[in-house]
């Protein structure tokens, strides 16, 4: 009788080891290791199903055509992958349980023009209608539903469908029938990806993968599945905001610098087509504290407004809060201003937030995080017709940021009258409708701001 291998792997980071142990030298984690079966048979499932046979080329003999991409209804997506989906290209999605990865996919399956296929592993065929009629009213005819988890079933009715498009949700739910252990386990996840990932290169198919995230905000299973794809994707944003940022952390097709924005509604996921105009809150009266920020992801400049409250701390250790913002920038960005520019702000509890669950670490927010902390700690408003755009160095300068002239036409086509930058800006001489304000340290700033 053939005696069965077996292995203790790690459902943290994917080592393996020959016996059982309480923490993984490896990552670090405690009681993550799992016994599985590893014995699989020589030939793998899709050399079953029949795949295709490729042959060595030399790099100066292979020809190079316009890549093939197919748009997405949903422009921010194909803003995010860089033109629209690659054909042959795997694609994995996580993010937080309810944040809307099955949603968002969804949409783009009922209103696409071509045959796609929608597989589940979660949900039923009812479920998944019920969820559909609540998004849309209109069904394209060429949306199909297949609910199971077999990886072999899954390959085998998409080769008989031959679709153009394949959604798969989710990736932890599928199991192989060559390996034994049970589903969402490293083994299992990474010899499904395997297969999907060769399906689909040999037949050209774009595949959409959806993947859980553990506690620390990681996609589950073995971090070898994001080298495995071709993009990954990180859909995220605060459940108690309405705004969702969806951001690429690889793509191997396009720019990792660029994000969508959507907004959760009733009726599903909507675009923002302009999230100034939301993110910018019309107020009645000037109040202390507010400052506005251009900020740039990827090629979008987006103005963001800054809140920060300055208070006499109660307790004995000021208290120092940030929402939106790195909390260790902010520490930074405190103790310039008590070393370079002399403000005392050192037993005074400072709380910083970003309006609308928005989170990003563009450095050009600093001014304007700054001006929000002077405005508040001498309780004088800043007009709501001037934003900023400046990194602050630790010697208290302004430093420059990139891309200048795109912040500033975002901020004059909003209607604002005065943007604050850094000198060492080079901006090109022509008639613009807004003032652009050169600081260079700390101390001009404040005297030109207040």
Request: charged content about 25%; overall charge neutral.
């Amino acid at each position: 009788m053939t005696k069965i291998k077996t292995a203790f792997i790690c459902q943290n980071c994917g080592t393996n080891y020959s016996q059982w142990m309480g923490q993984c030298k490896s990552c670090g984690e405690w009681n993550t290791l799992v016994e599985e079966i590893i014995g699989k048979s020589s030939r793998s499932t899709y050399d079953i199903l029949g795949s295709g046979k490729q042959k060595i080329v030399n790099i100066i003999d292979v020809g190079f055509g316009v890549e093939q991409r197919i748009s997405t209804p949903s422009e921010e997506l194909n803003r995010v992958l860089g033109g629209g989906i690659v054909l042959g290209s795997v694609t994995l999605i996580g993010g937080e349980p309810g944040i809307g990865k099955s949603t968002l996919l969804l949409q783009i399956a009922l209103k696409m023009r071509k045959k796609v296929l929608y597989v589940s592993g979660e949900e039923s065929a009812s479920q998944i209608k019920m969820r559909a009629d609540r998004l849309t009213e209109i069904h394209q005819e060429h949306c199909f539903l297949y609910t199971e988890t077999s990886v072999e079933k899954i390959l085998t009715e998409a080769k008989k469908l031959k679709p153009d498009f394949v959604i798969i949700d989710s990736i932890q739910t599928l199991q192989s029938q060559l390996i034994e252990s049970s589903p969402g386990t490293v083994s299992q996840i990474r010899e499904c990806s395997s297969e999907i990932i060769k399906f689909a290169k040999d037949t050209g198919t774009p595949v959409f993968l959806v993947g859980h995230i553990t506690k620390d905000g990681q996609i589950a299973g073995p971090k070898v599945l994001e080298h495995m794809v071709d993009v990954v994707l990180n859909f995220d944003g605060d459940r108690n905001h309405m705004f969702r940022l969806l951001r690429a952390n690889k793509n191997r097709f396009g720019s990792t610098a660029e994000i969508g924005i959507y907004e959760m509604v009733a009726q599903g996921l909507r675009e923002i087509k302009n999230p100034s105009e939301l993110l910018i809150t019309k107020k009645f009266e000037e109040l202390s504290g507010n400052a506005v920020a251009v900020t740039l992801e990827g090629n979008r400049p987006m103005l963001l407004e800054i809140q920060a409250l300055v208070s006499s701390a109660v307790y004995g250790t000021p208290q120092r809060s940030s929402t939106g913002f790195d909390g260790k920038r902010l520490n930074m960005l405190l103790a310039v201003l008590e070393k370079r520019a002399g403000f005392m702000l050192g037993s005074k509890d400072v709380f910083l937030n970003i309006t609308g669950g928005i989170k990003t670490d563009d450095p050009a927010l600093d001014l304007a995080v700054i001006a929000a902390i002077l405005s508040s700690n001498e309780d004088i408003a800043i007009s709501e017709k001037f934003c900023f755009a400046g990194e602050i160095g630790l010697s208290g300068e302004i430093r420059p940021v990139p891309q200048i002239e795109q912040r500033i036409s975002e901020a004059e086509k909003l209607g604002y009258e005065k943007i604050f930058v850094s000198g060492l800006n080079k901006i090109a001489k022509k008639k613009l409708g807004i003032v652009v304000e050169v600081v260079n340290k700390i101390e001009e700033f404040h005297e030109k701001l207040i």
